[in-house]
């Protein structure tokens, strides 16, 4: 129930493309996060959700907080090179973090 | 900005020797660390959190006689890791909350690949 699930696993797109990501769970949660993570660094935190329907951006990056509260999902537009990397959604558990699996992003030039 | 450092950033050990792995807080005072654990194209998993002065508390599942945790200071936590074995090897990152950046500002580390041989 405390689960979280992303999709896709992987995506390899096309330098230009937009890229759409999901997370879900079974359970409510009042707080969604999204962070990307750089081979060999630590997360870095994207974007920051905190009520059902709540749409944010960063840049190039959008994420929507789900009306049902179950899920998520983070959009990047016109993709480049420095994209690529691990995106994980996180909810927040006290004052640590539950994470997804992630969606591994790989962009070709 | 905040940063969260951690050294070193890489090593590797031989089975049954010990590794620390240092944390700092390097522009801001953390009274919690956060140690997370990362196996290869896995997510992070929260080991334990590591409070100033007092004793760690860890997650159900990790031993925290092997993960050995010291906060003895407002920016440096250490996470020693006993004895090691191959099965230990991982990437793994610690965290901290940033003030002034809203419930949700944790700086994280840039991470430590350890390799057991």
């Known amino acids: 129930g405390q689960q979280l699930n992303q999709s896709p696993q992987s995506m390899f797109i096309q330098e230009g493309e937009d890229v759409s990501m999901n997370c879900t769970s079974s359970?409510?949660?009042?707080?969604w996060l999204w962070y990307k993570q750089d081979p060999g660094e630590g997360p870095v935190l994207l974007i920051a959700l905190y009520k059902a329907g709540e749409l944010t951006s960063n840049g190039r990056l959008t994420a929507q907080f789900g009306i049902t509260r179950k899920d998520s999902f983070l959009n990047i537009s016109a993709s480049i090179p420095s994209d690529v990397g691990i995106y994980f959604c996180?909810?927040?558990?006290?004052?640590?973090?539950?994470f997804g699996p992630g969606t591994r992003l790989s962009v070709l030039p | 900005g905040a940063v969260v450092s951690q050294h070193p950033s890489w090593v590797i050990c031989k089975s049954g020797t010990s590794v620390k792995i240092e944390c700092r807080s390097l522009?801001?005072?953390?009274?919690?660390m956060f140690w997370y654990r990362q196996f290869p194209k896995q997510s992070l998993m929260l080991m334990a959190t590591s409070n100033e002065g007092s004793k760690a508390t860890y997650e159900q599942g990790v031993e925290k006689d092997k993960f050995l945790i010291n906060h003895a200071s407002l920016t440096l936590s250490t996470l020693t890791v006993t004895s090691a074995h191959p099965e230990d090897s991982s990437f793994y990152i610690c965290?901290?909350?940033?003030?002034?950046?809203?419930?949700?500002?944790?700086?994280f580390g840039s991470g430590t690949r350890l390799t057991v041989v």
């Open positions: 996180a909810r927040a558990r006290g004052q640590n973090f539950v």
């Open positions: 522009d801001f005072q953390a009274t919690t």
């Open positions: 359970s409510i949660f009042n707080t």
């Open positions: 965290s901290a909350r940033t003030p002034g950046q809203g419930n949700y500002g944790y700086t």
